[in-house]
């Protein structure tokens, strides 16, 4: 029998799932904690996804969903200037880079332990995407000469900031990180010399 909340079983489940994977990996996750952490059966869950890899795509989509949330209302804070913004986003990730759960790009984190599985690695992939087009509405907004290639450089710049941090926990990381986006930003903007 269906449970009569399914709209709020699926976020319970979601929550759930999230939470353990990002804090555990998704291998070493069983379904049946799942089930226990969103405090349900085993086959409620199963109702709601026929198996873990359906899970995770929905737990990458979900968190996808919350993180683009989470970077408009970021944004919307630092006003209309482009640059503000993409500084903005740097000393974000440095607040990230505080906490004490913090452990990296969950879509980074499933697409390595994940390699073999497509559908999370084409979520992963089109999270990535929207954060590279994010950096290109920046990039135009600035009026570079390739916003491509700069928002392709700084999705770089911000995935190394994070692998940096995870490696040597260096508190600057995302400082540094900053200060290299505003340069490659500001070569960019440059005309090129004859």
Not at 9 to 30: N, S, W
Not at 84 to 91: D, K, Q, T, V, Y
Not at 140 to 168: F, H, K, M, N, Y
Request: with cysteine; glycine share 6%.
């Amino acid at each position: 029998m269906a449970p009569r909340d399914p709209g709020q079983t699926r976020g319970r489940i979601l929550e759930a799932a999230g939470r353990l994977f990002y804090r555990d990996g998704v291998r070493p996750v069983a379904m049946d904690a799942v089930a226990e952490t969103a405090g349900i059966t085993k086959r409620t869950l199963y109702y709601h996804f026929d198996s873990k890899d359906d899970l995770v795509v929905a737990y990458l989509r979900d968190i996808g969903e919350r993180l683009d949330a989470s970077l408009t209302r970021a944004m919307s804070r630092r006003g209309p200037d482009p640059m503000s913004r993409l500084a903005g986003l740097f000393e974000d990730m440095e607040a990230r880079f505080a906490r004490e759960e913090f452990r990296g790009c969950p879509f980074v984190n499933v697409a390595a332990e994940l390699a073999e599985s497509a559908p999370a690695r084409a979520e992963a992939a089109a999270y990535k995407e929207r954060m590279r087009a994010w950096f290109e509405g920046l990039a135009r907004e600035l009026g570079v000469r390739d916003p491509v290639a700069l928002s392709e450089q700084l999705t770089i710049l911000l995935d190394g900031a994070i692998a940096t941090w995870l490696v040597r926990r260096d508190p600057r990381a995302a400082a540094r990180a900053r200060e290299a986006a505003l340069v490659l930003v500001r070569s960019a903007a440059s005309t090129p010399s004859p």
